[in-house]
């Protein structure tokens, strides 16, 4: 997955790495990450960006999609606030058809039964 990731600039740029599953991504914490400095937690765009990008390498994993599919919906559910700290995320894909796919994504820090967002994502894949 680390070839998908290279495709996609802000992937590159906030960090997003693979984790040791397929459909598993790190964030590692950079002081780049934080939007609130006095707590510091992680900024809410960076944390839902994160979600859509570790979604769009799985499904181009997934598809053998040649290009970034087209993000179509994304609903983040906010859960708790993100620490300056390492951040996982894990994909869920669920296929409606040939050239839509939904993705589930579940964010945590420490504990993967306590996440800090979840997210309901749909794409269009080109074929």
């Known amino acids: 997955m680390r070839e998908q990731l290279q495709q996609i600039p802000y992937a590159r740029l906030i960090g997003i790495e693979p984790g040791e599953e397929v459909d598993c991504f790190r964030l590692p914490g950079r002081k780049s990450n934080i939007g609130n400095p006095l707590l510091p937690a992680l900024h809410g765009g960076l944390i839902a960006g994160f979600m859509e990008m570790a979604a769009t390498v799985s499904v181009i994993h997934h598809s053998g999609a040649r290009s970034v599919p087209k ?4 609903s983040v559910d906010y859960l708790r606030s993100g620490k300056f700290a390492d951040s996982y995320a894990r ?30 994502a749909q794409f269009l894949v080109k074929e």
């Open 71 to 74: 993000i179509v919906d994304i």
């Open 91 to 120: 994909c869920q894909l669920h296929f409606l058809g040939r050239r839509m796919i939904n993705v589930g994504i579940t964010a945590w820090q420490d504990d993967e039964s306590k996440p800090i967002a979840t997210a309901r």
